[in-house]
């Protein structure tokens, strides 16, 4: 396993150990900033830095799209109680800029460790709904903070030592929804990722499914289960899929519908099944384990991790407990029917769906005008960058704008993308405007904003890709932040000019020709 540069804090040393099972715990601030929730949480971490098996806090960045305490300044007061902190940095919030801000802010109080994650999408604040930002996607900021680490800034700064966790959902069961994951994950990883969390689940075999890919791949890429103790409340939630990317199986929410029902509300269940889970987790090769839950106490916390330490040579006869259900979905790999596992043989994927004419006449224009080797690409590269230094350049704006507004809902971002998602536009089919994979939010392969109303984008930019036999697959490349000054002018000259993301490369900025928008 490798280590980020620079190794600082018990979290790190631990999960660079070959020899230590890393663990760590989520809290999730609340509302306001001296609530008695904030003390709860305080006193909470308090109590696990003087028990000393949890390596590190997590803190969450306003969960669920709701506006909470920031992570920062909660975290500045654990570190200084000698406890580790993983800070989680969202998408949803803060442009570029702001991002950067805060990640020299936070390198210089010492919040080293992070969990990268897209966000949740914004949900209603102060009168009203707030904007999604959402200017980078996950990969575009693990890409920056490689660039931190490795001082290769255009400022030239001194390198700074972030540890850089990314988020993967193995708890897909569709074959488009999951294998995009792992093609995100690959690209996470490309960036410069250091470890990963999984999606909570109930699912030994998909747990073990990421453990898998992560070998097969080549990948030195530390993982860590996550392990959460939902209540009853939550598990409704869960179960009836509106917290987004968790799911819990219909027999085991059954089940703590059941255990909801004796007299400590199910408390003693659900301890009782996490340390089982926390057991599986190890036994199945598991780096580690994020713990969470809400209304957790030290006690409880003390409780599972005893309990799992005395079941952990029993583990595979627990795995029982960790079943999908009937017909659960596409797995990645094949089941081995003796142990209720995976072995490591891939299943057959489905055929290809036919696709459209548009996708068909798309691609042969794309090949014939936009790939250099085409027969039109000379002449049109011409005939653009001539007309857009004469009084015709807005009317060749509007033919590209509005031909492609009928064909692909343009957004007119003036960098264009479609040809990387199947003539699928991102700007429009995304609600996050995500430009190198999936978050990990869809149900089912419906949007996680819109769910029974629009298909995820990277789900349908899959089944296009599939059809179209294209050498390599969307976890190869990567595409560059979407750059906002090329707004409202004619992708066609931008790429011509060589402007659009096909020429940047992050780190730098592009030498730019002249193409008037107006």
């Excluded at 798309?362 to 653009?384: D, T």
């Excluded at 479609?418 to 429009?428: F, N």
Aim: net charge positive; aromatic share 10%; proline share 6%.
């Amino acid at each position: 396993m490798s280590a980020p540069a620079i190794t600082q804090g018990p979290f790190q040393k631990s999960l660079y150990d070959p020899q230590e099972f890393t663990l760590s715990f989520e809290l999730v601030p609340g509302r306001g900033g001296r609530s008695k929730l904030h003390t709860k949480a305080l006193e909470l971490a308090r109590s696990m830095a003087a028990d000393g098996r949890i390596c590190a806090v997590s803190l969450t960045d306003n969960a669920g799209g709701h506006a909470t305490l920031a992570p920062d300044v909660i975290g500045k007061e654990i570190l200084e109680m000698g406890m580790d902190v993983i800070s989680h940095f969202s998408c949803k919030d803060k442009n570029r800029n702001m991002m950067e801000s805060l990640l020299y802010g936070w390198d210089r109080i010492g919040l080293h460790n992070l969990l990268v994650i897209a966000g949740d999408y914004p949900q209603k604040g102060y009168c009203g709904h707030p904007k999604p930002v959402f200017d980078l996607d996950t990969v575009h900021l693990i890409d920056l903070l490689t660039h931190l680490n490795n001082g290769k800034t255009s400022h030239d700064l001194p390198p700074t030592s972030f540890c850089i966790g990314v988020a993967i959902s193995p708890f897909k069961y569709s074959e488009a929804e999951l294998k995009m994951q792992y093609y995100k994950l690959q690209r996470k990883i490309g960036a410069g990722a250091h470890y990963g969390i999984t999606q909570l689940g109930f699912d030994a075999r998909k747990y073990q499914e990421a453990l898998f890919y992560v070998e097969e791949h080549g990948l030195d890429f530390p993982l860590l289960g996550n392990l959460f103790i939902p209540n009853i409340h939550v598990a409704r939630l869960m179960h009836n899929r509106a917290i987004p990317g968790c799911m819990i199986p219909d027999h085991i929410f059954q089940e703590m519908e059941r255990e909801s029902r004796s007299g400590d509300k199910g408390k003693k269940a659900r301890l009782e099944r996490a340390a089982s889970q926390l057991a599986v987790l190890r036994g199945l090769g598991y780096k580690g384990a994020h713990i969470g839950g809400p209304g957790l106490e030290m006690a409880d916390i003390d409780f599972v991790l005893s309990q799992a330490a005395a079941r952990e040579h029993q583990w595979s006869d627990l795995l029982g407990d960790f079943q999908p259900g009937p017909a659960p979905g596409f797995y990645y790999y094949q089941q081995e029917l003796s142990t209720g596992l995976n072995r490591k043989e891939k299943t057959p994927l489905a055929a290809p769906k036919r696709q459209s004419l548009l996708f068909h006449f798309s691609n042969f224009m794309h090949q014939l005008a936009f790939v250099p080797e085409g027969r039109l690409y000379r002449p049109a590269q011409k005939w653009c960058l001539a007309l857009n230094k004469t009084i015709l350049r807005r009317p060749l704006f509007w033919l590209e704008h509005f031909s492609k507004f009928i064909l692909f809902a343009c957004q007119n971002c003036g960098d264009c993308t479609l040809a990387e998602y199947g003539y699928r536009c991102p700007q429009s089919g995304c609600a996050k405007y995500l430009l190198n994979g999936p978050c990990g939010g869809s149900v089912d392969g419906w949007c996680e904003v819109y769910p029974g109303q629009k298909r995820c984008h990277y789900v349908l930019a899959y089944e296009r890709l599939k059809s179209a036999k294209k050498n390599g697959h969307p976890g190869q490349g990567y595409i560059p932040p979407r750059d906002w000054s090329l707004t409202d002018g004619s992708s066609w000259v931008h790429f011509y000019a060589g402007l659009d993301h096909s020429q940047r490369r992050c780190g730098a900025e592009p030498e730019r020709a002249k193409t008037k928008k107006e």
